[in-house]
């Protein structure tokens, strides 16, 4: 519930928001300089001022209307009326629109708005994040800890201390405005209040004591990381996770059917002979493992040793369990994923706009209920778009302007969103950068770019690639002989070819600067890449000079064959798609370090103390736990995989998520620890399994997608959905800014007395490819809303 004040000296507005009488007043209102008194029993609210009249707007959040005396309960005496709150609580409606987060989290009252603010702003989005990262880092310090970070008790105590008040402290600020009611509401942050009690607890009994104990809730640390305002994408990724788990539950219990089925069979078919059938629970373990691939044919010899016609049972298994159903559980997680993904696009639609629709009436003053003039604007762009410069500022206004008014109306405001993600630049903006410069610098930069421009530039330069990559093949087939690491490494990398192959590479990186510019240049990601796998060879031949052993230098010699996968358009659209899940995979790899995190503390705290050298005796699991140490040569190296720290464990879990194996792994902890241990390996195949799937199709579906949108959009088609152009009439500017100091800072960038055009350009991402593809569902969507909305 918004209590953001503005000025007025009348009455509830139509609509329900108070307004101020005039939007074109002092930015602020102390309340030194203004008396509020409120009446409980209407909703009318009389305030004295030595400057103007004034009243709260309160702006409704909840899709019913709500009386002031239902949702604000002031009392009387003196309250801050402060135009820079305003804004910065709209701001805070649109973020929440663009980050899917929930509108009824407002402050009810207006002495709990200061504490809204402060929690909402970059300061502490980032102390929330490092606090959060802090207490994931923790884990290094604490016992059993990483050597080189351990740390005594009466020291990472203190920090985890300080780190949890930090994270207390926000969440006592959430009190402040929304109850206790409320919080019960959001599951979220009810489930962070829980875990923070619980670890507040647990850490002064460790300080009390001085001595670590058993710790499992140290594994849900990573919950305050997912909570910080940095991390929405993540949140989306797992509410995605979520929503597809019906699909993948319901094919889990079926292939668990026939894991259970051929278990039972080959119990009662193979226990006489076969060791990995000796037992219903052996049955069982071995079928699973089998569904991995990772015992077979292992598993099997046995069996077909006795009979060749028991490879059936076998064969059997894997066609109908591996091969039909896990494939059908990606088809059908496929689907669901499709499906949540439109679903997820028409609600993140709907929520921005929602989230403008809130902003704006917040915004405007009674006198102008439906126009934002660019006063109010430009003071919300401070706290919305920061990054934004003036000129930027005044250029997307008049692209929202499309009615040439003078001021937005509630549809035009809408559009803020996409008016945020254009980079703007001026029209003459393509003239070339060197057209002012030095006579001689024009013109060696008017013939490199004559050059650069002509097809048979790039055709020479990828010929040179391909020659680098012969003659690569040719130092390393001739280092097979000599079989010295150092001169291999030197041959490779430090030889005459090497160089000549740079310096060609360099040139053209070179030439392409002086044509375009060194800031125009690197805007490309290919030019960037190119510039990089150039100058590092050489880097590459000097580190070898001075350290013959260094040989991870001998890598950046091929990356510029990777600039040859451009030429074959499959390869461009798998480079595409890549590029289009980028935001993706931060998000899936953040779930999976996350998952990592929690099952490595898990792991930890059960099987941390278990010295697992020359273990199993026995078992057929021995062989892989040997240790026998002869002149210096270890025999046996399984029992490396251990959960002595943070750092082995997430290698150990990382072994058993490739699958090559695992078995080993856990029959090694069922034989040392207790059978039961195989419970926990089981859960994170299943959890890296669930969230893998995920992945595979989400890729599917931006492949698809990809393909999709290349056939529907030609390339002139996407050029203009990505520009945009904007002419600025300084005349125009005056009638709509009133601030002249503000008219003097655009003078050096507009034409004083006529036009001004700008183009500007947004970004290539998924969001703006899918707003074209959907462009007709996205208007059916919001006709729809507005439609329901009214009714």
């Known amino acids: 519930m918004s209590v953001a004040n503005k000025f007025s000296g009348a009455a509830v507005a139509g609509d329900g928001y108070r307004r101020f009488n005039n939007d074109l007043m002092s930015n602020s209102v102390r309340s030194s300089d203004v008396d509020v008194q409120f009446s409980n029993d209407q909703n009318t ?57 929930k509108f009824d989290s407002h402050p009810h009252e207006s002495e709990a708005l200061p504490s809204y603010l402060m929690v909402h702003n970059k300061f502490y989005y980032n102390l929330d994040l490092f606090t959060s990262i802090l207490l994931l880092a923790l884990a290094l310090t604490e016992d059993p800890a990483v050597p080189a970070f351990k740390l005594p008790v009466y020291i990472h105590a203190p920090i985890e201390l300080i780190a949890l008040i930090v994270i207390g402290v926000e969440l006592g600020m959430k009190l402040q405005w929304m109850g206790w009611l409320t919080i019960l509401r959001h599951k979220r942050t009810m489930i962070k209040g829980v875990l923070l009690a619980v670890m507040l607890f647990e850490v002064f009994v460790l300080l009390i004591r001085q001595t670590p104990h058993y710790r499992v809730t140290r594994a849900l640390r990573p919950i305050f990381l997912i909570d910080t305002h940095c991390l929405g994408g993540v949140r989306r990724f797992i509410r995605q996770i979520f929503q ?76 109908i369990v591996l091969y039909l159903l896990m494939n059908l559980m990606l088809a059908v997680v ?13 609600k993140l639609i709907l929520h921005k706009h929602k989230g403008s629709e809130l902003a704006f009436n917040l915004l405007v003053s009674k006198d102008h209920s439906k126009q934002l003039r660019f006063k109010q604007f430009q003071g919300l762009m401070k706290y919305f778009a920061a990054e934004k410069c003036d000129r930027d500022i005044v250029i997307i206004f008049k692209y929202l302007n499309t009615s040439d008014s003078g001021f937005l109306n509630k549809d035009e405001f809408s559009k803020i969103y996409d008016a945020v993600i254009l980079r703007w630049s001026p029209q003459d903006a393509n003239i070339p950068w060197f057209h002012a410069a030095w006579m001689p610098l024009q013109t060696t930069c008017q013939a490199a770019l004559t050059v650069s421009s002509k097809m048979y530039f790039d055709i020479f330069f990828n010929v040179m690639i391909l020659l680098n990559g012969i003659a690569m093949a040719h130092r390393a087939f001739y280092s097979v002989d000599t079989f010295d690491l150092k001169s291999s490494a030197i041959a490779f990398s430090g030889s005459w070819d090497t160089l ?73 659209d798998i480079i595409g798609t890549v590029a289009l899940l980028s935001p993706l995979i931060k998000s899936a790899l953040t779930v999976m370090l996350v998952v990592y995190y929690f099952f490595a503390i898990i792991g930890m705290e059960l099987f941390g103390g278990y010295d697992m050298r020359d273990c199993c005796k026995g078992t057929v699991v021995e062989d892989f736990y040997q240790f026998k140490v ?13 959960f002595g720290n943070i750092a082995i464990s997430c290698v150990t879990l990382f072994e058993l998520t490739a699958v090559n194996n695992w078995f080993i792994v856990m029959n090694g902890y069922a034989v040392v620890v207790h059978p039961m241990a195989r419970f926990y390996f089981i859960m994170f195949y299943l959890f890296t399994m669930i969230v893998l799937t995920i992945v595979v199709a989400s890729i599917l579906d931006a492949f698809r997608f990809r393909i999709q949108y290349k056939r529907q959009t030609t390339k002139r088609d996407e050029e203009k959905m990505l520009h945009e152009e904007v002419d600025l009439r300084w005349e125009e500017l005056l009638i709509w800014i009133q601030d002249f100091q503000f008219l003097e800072k655009l003078r050096p960038e507009l034409v004083v007395g006529g036009t001004t055009t700008f183009i500007g350009t947004r970004p290539r991402s998924r969001e703006v490819l899918q707003s074209r593809m959907y462009c007709n569902e996205i208007e059916s969507w919001l006709r729809d809303a507005s439609t329901k909305e009214n009714d």
């Open 45 to 101: 609210a009389k305030f004295s001022s030595k400057r103007t009249s004034a009243f709260l707007n309160s702006s409704h959040v909840a899709d019913t209307e709500i009386e002031l005396n239902n949702c604000c309960d002031y009392g009387g005496g003196d309250a801050e009326i402060d135009w820079e709150m305003i804004y910065h609580e709209a701001a805070i409606f649109l973020e929440e629109g663009q980050n899917n987060e």
């Open 244 to 319: 597809s788990l019906p699909p993948i539950i319901d094919m889990l219990i079926l292939i668990l059917f026939f894991i259970t089925l051929y278990s039972i069979l080959g119990f009662f078919l193979f226990s006489s002979h076969n060791h990995n059938f000796f037992s219903p629970y052996n049955s069982f373990v071995s079928m699973f493992v089998l569904l991995t691939t990772a015992n077979f044919p292992d598993v099997m010899m046995p069996s077909y040793a006795e009979s060749r016609w028991h490879s059936l049972f076998f064969i059997s298994y894997l066609c």
């Open 630 to 642: 002869s002149n210096g040569t270890a025999l046996g190296y399984y029992y490396l995989n251990t």
């Open 334 to 346: 496929y689907e669901t994923f499709t499906t949540i993904e439109k679903e997820k696009i028409k």
């Open 500 to 572: 000549l192959f740079s310096a060609i590479f360099i040139l053209e990186a070179l030439c392409k600067m002086l044509a375009l510019g060194t800031s125009h240049y690197f805007k490309s990601a290919w030019n960037t890449f190119d510039f990089c796998a150039a100058v590092l060879p050489v880097y590459g031949f000097l580190s070898l000079l001075v350290w013959p052993e260094f040989y991870y230098v001998v890598i950046f010699r091929p990356l510029k064959i990777f600039r040859l996968f451009k030429i074959k358009k499959r390869y461009r």
